[in-house]
Every structure is written in structure tokens, then in C-alpha cells.
């Protein structure tokens, strides 16, 4: 059984000027994006994991050590949202507060993805769980002695939360944790879609034809025009990914992989954050599902945070950093 929000003994929430709103605290995090990647004094490595579908691709993750490493802590991986890398304010500021409290921290990218993306032909989407089994079936062991946790921010979390489904009881992370993660794909592409969220959705857009385009990506003529052409999120899905991938169309994409057809059968400890006035998605598809069927999930539903926003007004670091690293700590704790 998972720990229960209370045992976690957290602060609540409250937000730091200047970031007031939902709309500030989004924006926040991508205003940081471009900040200094070093973790000093800890210490950082490459890792390669070759994917074994044949295609030549690899992908690339950042291990970071902690200059003080407290013994017995676990293997925390970090996985990014769309358009993200190991490299996104919101992972290197995990990174730091893990690090400083004794964990060691691998930051993955996905296909295709930030530093991946030369050494990769295709290009990663919510259903490409089987990637991530891979990643997790290469890590030495001395990484993983003392077992693993998982962390997933956005599309990443809405990844992770369908692989925990896919494998039940049979994953062999300890524990997980998704931040603002989309659980309804079709809704959140609805939602997003409208007026009011038109400069995310351009930022979005503008950056995944970017990462589909550039040097290194395996894309016909035909696809590239298709890519430029696209005019959102969905079309882009549409046009692009879903034919590419074995899909009928974005509808169908977004019906196969989203979380919420898997989240029943999650049977590792999940603590599921999500803000309630996150602008991007809304909080309602969280509160509609029924979180007392599975003991193994636990929501954490503040009022405010925006989306992977959570700067507090009480410290530099995001609160739902905290949140997590509370989280695994007791869980880890329970199991010894």
C-alpha cells in the first residue's frame, strides 16, 4: 500500500510573486527553460540505451550522481513532457533536489527527443511504452540495487501511467509519480484547442515540427510537408504520427493510449499530481475518475500550481518537487 497524502506531513501550496495564476505559473517554467544545465557540485554521465526494433535508434540519458550520496536510496528516472528534453527547466530542477537530498537521478529523453534526436530516426509518442521497457532492462545493476522509481512530467506521466497499466503487478519500478500528466487525450486536445490556449498550443506546435525536422529524423517529402503544414496539436497527431504509427487517425491514437483505459490495472504505489487550475488540463478529468477502485494510486489535487508550474512561495524549488521526494522517501522507508 502507498503511503497517504497526510504521512507525507506537506506544506500546502501557495504561490510566489510574481507568479499569481494559472496562466504565470505555466509560463514560468518556460520562461527557465533556457537556464544553466550544471548540477554542481554533483556530478553527471552519459548513458546510451539502443532500442532493439531494428532501426538502428538510441536513446540518451543524463546520469546524475549526488556529491553526497546517502546509502540505500533508489534509482530515480525522470522522463519529460512534449517537446521536453533532459534539459527542461522543470527536469534539471527535480534533478537538484533529489541530488541534494543523497538520490541518484538518470534524466531520460524520449525518440527523438533533445540530445536523442541525432541518434534516432523515429520519434517518440504517448503509446511508445515498449521504449521505456527497454531503457529499464539496461540499467546496470549497480544503478539499481537498491530498486527504482519512476517520474513523469505531462505526456511523459500520461506515458508512464499507461506502461504501469500494461505491466500490473510486474513492473519493476517501486514506485511512481506523474505530474500534470493528460489522462484524456481527445478531451485534452479538445480543450486545448480553444481561443484562450492558442500561444501554448503554437509554442507546442512550433517546436514539434522542430524536433520532427530536424537533422537526424527519417521523414519522406511527402511527411515533411505534412509536418509543415500542420495548424495544431491534433493535426499534427492526425496527419503525421497517427498514419506513421499504425493508427487510424489522432481520434484513435488518442482512444488507444490514453491513461485512463490503463490506470485501473496500476498496481505499483503512484502518487498522481495535477492542479486544479491547470491551464492546459482541466482538473474535472481527475476528479471524474475513481480513485477509491485502486488503493495503489494516490491523487494530490491542489487549487493552484498551473501547469508543471508549482513555484512556491516559500522556496526556490517547484512544491511538487517536494511532494515527490516526500513521496518516495516514505514509500522507500515502508519497504524496509
Known amino acids: 500500500m502507498p503511503p497517504s497524502i497526510d504521512s507525507l506531513d506537506l506544506p500546502p501550496f501557495k504561490p510566489r510573486f510574481p507568479w499569481w495564476g494559472a496562466d504565470l505559473q505555466t509560463i514560468a517554467v518556460l520562461l527557465t527553460g533556457g537556464r544553466a544545465t550544471d548540477l554542481a557540485p554533483h556530478t553527471s554521465e552519459r548513458m546510451a540505451f539502443p532500442m532493439a526494433d531494428r532501426t538502428g535508434d538510441i536513446l ?40 541534494d537530498t543523497g538520490y541518484c537521478v538518470l534524466r531520460l529523453n524520449m525518440r527523438g527527443s533533445g540530445p536523442s534526436r541525432p541518434y534516432c530516426r523515429e520519434h517518440y509518442h504517448l503509446g511508445r511504452t515498449a521504449d521505456f521497457r527497454r531503457v529499464l532492462s539496461q540499467l546496470p545493476e549497480d544503478l539499481t540495487g537498491n530498486g527504482m522509481f519512476a517520474v513523469g512530467y505531462s505526456l511523459g506521466g500520461a506515458m508512464l501511467l499507461k506502461y504501469l497499466g500494461e505491466e ?29 490556449n492558442w500561444l501554448y498550443q503554437a509554442y507546442l506546435l512550433n517546436d514539434m515540427k522542430a524536433e520532427a525536422l530536424a537533422p537526424g529524423a527519417l521523414t519522406s517529402p511527402e511527411e515533411r510537408k505534412l509536418i509543415r503544414a500542420a495548424r495544431s496539436v491534433r ?6 504520427i ?9 481520434e484513435d491514437y488518442y482512444e488507444l493510449c490514453s491513461p485512463l483505459t490503463f490506470m485501473p490495472e496500476i498496481r505499483v504505489p503512484t502518487m498522481v499530481i495535477a492542479s486544479c487550475d491547470d491551464p ?25 500550481g498551473g ?13 511538487c518537487d517536494l ?14
Open 60 to 99: 540518451l540519458g543524463m546520469l546524475d550522481r549526488p556529491a553526497e550520496p546517502v546509502e540505500g536510496r533508489p534509482l530515480v528516472l525522470l522522463i519529460h513532457g512534449l517537446t521536453g528534453s533532459e534539459d527542461s527547466s522543470y527536469m534539471l530542477n527535480a534533478a537538484r533536489h533529489l541530488l
Open 168 to 196: 500490473g503487478p510486474f513492473s519493476p519500478l517501486r514506485g511512481a509519480a506523474t505530474i500534470c500528466a493528460p489522462i484524456d487525450l481527445l478531451r485534452t486536445s479538445t480543450h486545448m484547442s480553444r481561443t484562450r
Open 235 to 240: 493535426e499534427y497527431d492526425d496527419r503525421f
Open 242 to 250: 497517427s498514419p506513421r504509427y499504425g493508427f487510424r487517425g489522432a
Open 280 to 304: 492546459w488540463i482541466p482538473v474535472e478529468y481527475y476528479r471524474e475518475f475513481n480513485w477509491a477502485d485502486n488503493p495503489s494510486l494516490v491523487p494530490l489535487m491542489p487549487p493552484t
Open 307 to 319: 501547469h508543471i508550474g508549482f513555484h512556491a512561495h516559500d522556496s526556490t524549488r517547484p512544491w
Open 323 to 336: 511532494a515527490v521526494e516526500k513521496f518516495i522517501d516514505r514509500l522507500a522507508n515502508m519497504e524496509t
